[in-house]
């Protein structure tokens, strides 16, 4: 199984921790689905799944595979809880105490009002489990950058503390090959913006 992961394109608020706050594309993040979709129009996919969050969904419409597309509440990103819509500068000056938490206990940190990431990044793993299960032979999976990240990591058997390995580009497309008993990551963020 090919599993083509694309990110959202950049969105109206890029800097702020924007989980599960619906948020649009901006022009910009626009722009980057297009030209993204270029390099996927090749491909016959015989599936497609996507994040129910819009800026997921509009970069989906952008893409324009011509597969009807699975919404997946499994696929949506992390809740940040209290600290959604707000920069790392504004959490650090209303909550530095769970920002220090965070720093120590990385993967069994909560947000506070929000999702569990040892939660997160079960229910991430579970539905790559049962893709796996699935008789496709080239997916398209539309999501957010702490899935993709969650997702390689359970993938290729990097533990989840290995997260921010993986830089993920906005609408950029990332493939893994799905063997019977190994993945293997064949590329990595092409796309979404034009090289150079």
Excluded at 15 to 34: F, K, V
Excluded at 60 to 85: K, Q, S
Excluded at 103 to 124: A, L
Excluded at 136 to 156: D, F, P
């Amino acid at each position: 199984m090919h599993i083509y992961l694309v990110r959202h394109g950049r969105t109206t608020a890029p800097d702020a921790y924007n989980g599960s706050t619906d948020i649009a594309l901006s022009p910009e993040g626009m722009q980057q689905a297009r030209y993204s979709s270029s390099l996927l129009k090749a491909i016959a996919f015989d599936a497609c799944y996507c994040s129910p969050l819009q800026r997921c969904r509009d970069t989906l419409d952008l893409l324009g595979v011509p597969v009807t597309a699975a919404i997946e509440d499994e696929l949506r990103e992390i809740d940040f809880g209290r600290w959604e819509g707000l920069t790392l500068a504004q959490i650090a000056e209303r909550d530095q105490l769970n920002l220090d938490r965070w720093q120590r206990e990385r993967g069994r940190f909560s947000f506070p009002g929000g999702e569990g990431i040892e939660t997160f990044s079960r229910r991430v793993a579970d539905w790559f489990d049962r893709l796996a299960c699935r008789d496709h032979q080239r997916v398209l999976v539309v999501t957010h950058a702490g899935v993709i990240r969650r997702a390689l990591c359970h993938l290729l058997g990097f533990g989840h503390d290995h997260v921010y390995t993986f830089g993920i580009r906005e609408a950029g497309i990332t493939l893994v090959h799905r063997r019977p008993d190994f993945c293997v990551l064949e590329f990595l963020n092409r796309g979404g913006e034009r090289d150079g």
